[in-house]
T-cell receptor
Framework: EAQVTQNPRYLITVTGKKLTVTCSQN?????MSWYRQDPGLGLRQIYY???????DKGDVPEGYKVSRKEKRNFPLILESPSPNQTSLYFC?????????????FGPGTRLTVL | EDQVTQSPEALRLQEGESSSLNCSYT??????LFWYRQDPGKGPEFLFT???AGEEKEKERLKATLTKKESFLHITAPKPEDSATYLC???????????????FGQGTILTVHP
């Protein structure tokens, strides 16, 4: 079954404690991206990756890091989380390198930073 | 800077009452405009991609249209199962790898009453 997997699905942590949210896909897609969704602000892109070892900033990259060492995985790293990073996070993939076609979204990770 | 504005923020319809959702956009050069549907607690699900003014696409009770400044999502004879948040997003032509960037509107919450 084609799918995008995110882990963990729910996470409560404290300020400053480094964390990683994983994203994995089994569709052999070139493009992967991270978004955060906040009430009143909608979906905002954090980082995206056109292909392995190629990443670029979205609209809200501050406080986040990503890496794309292999095609199927695109982890999101919060080195020192802060309460303003409390949000619902989505990973997405797309067939074309530019995300030009439809994107497939994961189930989401709800993060709370205390 | 790319901008996407969706209206109305929320729309309540009776079953069978047709209506339209609006997505106004400002981009330097449109590469693609996307419509997604999002159910509560889930990731967005792809509906349509439109590439150029005048283009139209249909799927069941939904029809998406595109002009040079806005897109409409027409819902004909909606059913309660069409209740969801509908998201519009744009991708612009840009240099280097930045054409992978996607900008979303805040969404329209559609409720269809039986």
């Amino acid at each position: 079954e084609a799918q995008v997997t995110q882990n963990p699905r729910y996470l409560i942590t404290v300020t400053g404690k480094k964390l990683t949210v994983t994203c994995s896909q089994n569709m052999n897609h070139e493009y992967m991206s991270w978004y955060r969704q906040d009430p009143g602000l909608g979906l905002r892109q954090i980082y995206y990756s056109m292909n392995v070892e190629v990443t670029d900033k979205g609209d809200v990259p501050e406080g986040y890091k990503v890496s794309r060492k292999e095609k199927r995985n695109f982890p999101l790293i919060l080195e020192s989380p802060s309460p303003n990073q409390t949000s619902l996070y989505f990973c997405a993939t797309g067939r074309s390198p530019g995300g030009y076609n439809e994107q497939f979204f994961g189930p989401g990770t709800r993060l709370t930073v205390l | 800077e790319d901008q996407v504005t969706q209206s109305p923020e929320a729309l309540r319809l009776q079953e069978g009452e047709s209506s339209s959702l609006n997505c106004s956009y400002t981009v330097s050069g449109l590469r693609g405009l996307f419509w997604y549907r999002q159910d509560p607690g889930k990731g967005p699900e792809f509906l349509f991609t439109l590439y150029s003014a005048g283009e139209e696409k249909e799927k069941e009770r939904l029809k998406a249209t595109l002009t040079k400044k806005e897109s409409f999502l027409h819902i004909t004879a909606p059913k309660p199962e069409d209740s969801a948040t509908y998201l519009c997003a744009v991708q612009a032509y840009a240099g280097g790898t930045s054409y992978g960037k996607l900008t979303f509107g805040q969404g329209t919450i559609l409720t269809v009453h039986p």
